[in-house]
Structure formats: structure tokens, C-alpha cells
Nanobody, 118 residues
Framework: QAQLVESGGGSVQAGGSLRLSCRAP???????????MGWYRQAPGKQREMVAT???????EYAESVDGRFIISRDGTRKTMYLEMNRLKAEDSGVYYCNSFSSHNNYWGQGTQVTVSS
């Protein structure tokens, strides 16, 4: 089983919302609590880009293009990170990947497709 498992992607019309989840089923709770985590996305023909990050202490950072529309959060009890995406735009389409890293590791999920139709 993978270290990180994403879910929640799908197809939605512009203006709609989606909520992505990234679970860490194999990670023990104490390790998860020390992970810095983030969401990245990659559109066809483009480089992977940072969407939002959240440190182990809860500090958040957003790409300018999603600031004010997306919300990143994490739940240590469920060992899960979330990305709430609102007012979606066609340019938000792509494969969304979750990342989790510390000084001892660096994990990527398999990606989940988000398609926004205008």
C-alpha cells in the first residue's frame, strides 16, 4: 500500500467546488504530525506547480492563483490532509498530487485528476 493515497478528484463545471483528500494509512500518527505537506498540480504540457502547503505546525502558503479560493487543512487524528477547492476555474484542471516530507523522508501520492469545464 502506498504511503499517500489521494481521493476526491473528478469533473466539475466552472464555479463549482471539490474537496481532495490525502491519507497516510501506513504512517504512524507521531510521524504524520511532524510531516510538512502540500498539494501540487500538473496540467498537460506544463511543469508541476505548488498549489498549497501546510507545515507540521499548521502554517499555510498558497499559490497566488488559488489564494482566497482554496483552503488547505490537515487532521492528525485521521492522518489526512485536505484541499477544499471553491470557485473552480478551467485553468485549475490537472492532476493533483499530495506531498509529505520531513528531514527523513519525502513521499508523493499517485495523483488524482481534476477537470473543470467552462
Amino acid at each position: 500500500q502506498a504511503q499517500l493515497v489521494e481521493s476526491g478528484g473528478g469533473s466539475v463545471q466552472a464555479g463549482g467546488s471539490l474537496r481532495l483528500s490525502c491519507r497516510a494509512p501506513r504512517m504512524i500518527t507521531s510521524v504524520f504530525s511532524m510531516q510538512n505537506m502540500g498539494w501540487y498540480r500538473q496540467a498537460p504540457g506544463k511543469q508541476r506547480e505548488m498549489v498549497a502547503t501546510i507545515t507540521h505546525s499548521g502554517a499555510k502558503e498558497y499559490a497566488e492563483s488559488v489564494d482566497g479560493r482554496f483552503i488547505i487543512s490537515r487532521d492528525g487524528t485521521r492522518k489526512t490532509m485536505y484541499l477544499e477547492m471553491n470557485r473552480l476555474k478551467a485553468e485549475d484542471s490537472g492532476v493533483y498530487y499530495c506531498n509529505s516530507f520531513s528531514s527523513h523522508n519525502n513521499y508523493w501520492g499517485q495523483g488524482t485528476q481534476v477537470t473543470v469545464s467552462s
